[in-house]
Nanobody
């Protein structure tokens, strides 16, 4: 069982930055690929970014955030991060982190590849 707790959300002006964190319980964090998803009001959940298990040498991004967002992980701290720069009002959503045991590659863009989900953190970008 893995428990995920997101933090770092808030209100920011367009063009600003936020850094989301997701702390995981358990001693097997490094064996999970990790992902970030978001869901805006009235819209379906969408993939944002993912990072491979272990060293996190592979990262994946949605086209809408490529070049602005960076995903990283610190296995010693059981934490995955999402650095968000140049934020836009369209980035407003609840952001969820998720853990996937066995997922890899482009499959990490699919929500059903993930075994555990956090409760989400709200990000609001004002224009």
């Amino acid at each position: 069982q893995v428990q995920l707790v997101e933090s770092g959300g808030g209100l920011v002006q367009a063009g600003g930055s936020l850094r989301l964190s997701c702390a995981a319980s358990g001693r097997t964090f490094s064996t999970y690929a990790m992902g970030w998803f978001r869901q805006a009001p009235g819209k379906e959940r969408e993939f944002v970014a993912a990072i491979s298990w272990s060293s996190g040498s592979n990262t994946y991004y949605a086209d809408s955030v490529k070049g602005r967002f960076t995903i990283s992980r610190d296995n010693a701290k059981n934490t995955v991060f999402l650095q968000m720069n140049s934020l836009k009002p369209d980035d407003t959503a609840v952001y969820y982190c998720a853990a996937s045991y066995g997922g890899s590659g482009n499959r990490l863009q699919r929500g059903y590849e993930y075994d555990y989900w956090g409760q989400g953190t709200q990000v609001t970008v004002s224009s």
